[in-house]
């Protein structure tokens, strides 16, 4: 079982809709991570955040918008989609130090389909 | 951005046999991680590398670093069908948060 918890796992959304992802972790990880996916593709980065400040945005359109409330969690807020954003979206934490080797821990991923 | 590229893009073997995968990377890193996706699921560590080793082992699995070449192989010996699965490789740089890019992964499938 991940000790990353990601939620909802499905998600259907129209183009105007607003909703978010949630992503939960309780390792004490200081960096936290949003990945996209779509079928048979690797995950591609999206953002980054250490110690809840977002310390990396892969030029990832405004309507995807990540929140850190606190270290333990991590939103991404979503609205206006479009069909092409149909996709598995996971969350991965890890260590942020500077002796951390950087190894990623994945939840299961919430799969969005845009209609 | 895709980091590597990784080679065969699929492959299918006999239960028993090894499996081998390669991956290629482009800029410099601190570490080389391989990871395992089940269908639709979320990855799994497999094992890590760092930029100044050369191989490692862990359990049925070896991993060796060439960074001269800028490319890794990952070897999966006496497969089981249970390793059926995608693998990728992943290179990651401490920016403050690990940027860690995948590449385009090996989707292995083995026969029992």
């Known amino acids: 079982d991940t000790e990353v918890t990601q939620t909802p796992k499905h998600l259907v959304m129209g183009m105007t809709n607003k909703k978010s992802l949630k992503c939960e972790q309780h390792m004490g990880h200081r960096a936290m991570y949003w990945y996209k996916q779509k079928a048979k593709k690797p995950p591609e980065l999206m953002f980054v955040?250490?110690?809840?400040?977002?310390?990396i945005n892969e030029s990832v359109p405004s309507r995807f918008s990540p929140e850190c409330p606190n270290s333990s969690l991590l939103n991404l807020h979503l609205h206006a989609l479009q069909p092409e954003d149909s996709a598995l979206y996971l969350c991965a934490s890890s260590q942020a130090n500077l002796v951390a080797t950087g190894e990623l821990f994945f939840g299961e991923g919430s799969r969005l389909t845009v209609l | 951005s895709q980091q590597g590229e990784e080679d065969p893009q699929a492959l299918s073997i006999q239960e028993g046999e090894n499996a081998t995968m390669n991956c290629s990377y482009k800029?410099?890193?601190?570490?080389l991680q391989w990871y395992r996706q089940n269908s639709g699921r979320g990855l799994v560590h497999l094992i890590l590398i760092r930029s100044n080793e050369r191989e490692k082992h862990s359990g049925r699995l070896r991993v060796t670093l060439d960074t001269s070449k800028k490319s890794s192989s990952l070897l999966i010996t006496a497969s089981r069908a249970a390793d059926t699965a995608s693998y990728f490789c992943?290179?990651?740089?401490?920016?403050?948060?690990?940027?860690?890019?995948f590449g385009a992964g090996t989707r292995l499938f083995v026969k029992a």
């Open positions: 992943a290179t990651s740089r401490n920016t403050g948060g690990f940027k860690t890019i």
């Open positions: 955040y250490s110690y809840e400040k977002l310390s």
């Open positions: 800029t410099s890193i601190n570490n």
